[in-house]
């Protein structure tokens, strides 16, 4: 009879853990701005909401992305050092240089008069 009515032990037990579960909710809710649905009042994670920071935490954070803006600067320098090294820019200028050296002797250009005399005579 008595499991007719309020079901097999395990669904006793279940019943009395989601019972605790919920009076703990709202316990917490009481205390630190948890809505009694659980859901930590909108914040993300299950953290609790931040209190409000004082001038030192804000100088503090103020400081320490100075800090991380200045390494990003550094590190972003570094590859651009890699990424632009001087032998590659030697390199294109020999590269230039050939190219119009080729390019010279490729342009067609008239004959002076002893060039002709000396096709001629052989």
Same mark, same amino acid.
């Not at 009076?23 to 809505?35: L, P, W």
């Not at 993300?44 to 803006?69: H, I, S």
């Given at each position: &009879?008595?499991?007719l009515?309020y *079901?097999?032990?395990?669904?006793q &037990?279940?019943?009395?853990l989601? =019972?605790q579960?919920?009076i703990?909710?709202?316990?917490m809710?009481?205390m630190? !701005?948890?809505?009694?649905?659980?859901? &930590?009042?909108?914040?993300?994670g299950g953290?609790?909401?931040?209190?409000?920071? *004082? &001038?030192?935490?804000?100088?503090?954070?103020? /400081?320490q992305?100075?800090?991380?803006?200045?390494?990003? /600067?550094?590190?972003n /320098?570094? %590859?651009?050092?890699l990424t632009?090294?001087?032998? !590659?820019d030697?390199?294109d200028? %020999?590269?230039?240089?050939?190219e119009? +050296?080729l390019?010279?002797?490729?342009?067609? +250009?008239?004959? =002076?008069p002893?060039? $002709?005399m *000396? $096709?001629?005579?052989g």
């Amino acid at each position: &009879m008595e499991r007719l009515i309020y *079901g097999s032990r395990e669904d006793q &037990m279940r019943d009395q853990l989601e =019972t605790q579960r919920k009076i703990e909710q709202e316990e917490m809710a009481k205390m630190g !701005g948890v809505s009694p649905m659980g859901d &930590m009042g909108g914040v993300a994670g299950g953290m609790m909401p931040q209190q409000e920071q *004082g &001038m030192y935490d804000l100088l503090e954070n103020e /400081r320490q992305t100075g800090e991380d803006v200045l390494f990003a /600067r550094r590190q972003n /320098r570094a %590859l651009e050092g890699l990424t632009r090294s001087e032998s !590659g820019d030697e390199l294109d200028r %020999l590269l230039a240089g050939q190219e119009a +050296r080729l390019r010279q002797i490729q342009a067609p +250009r008239q004959l =002076t008069p002893y060039e $002709i005399m *000396g $096709i001629i005579g052989g």
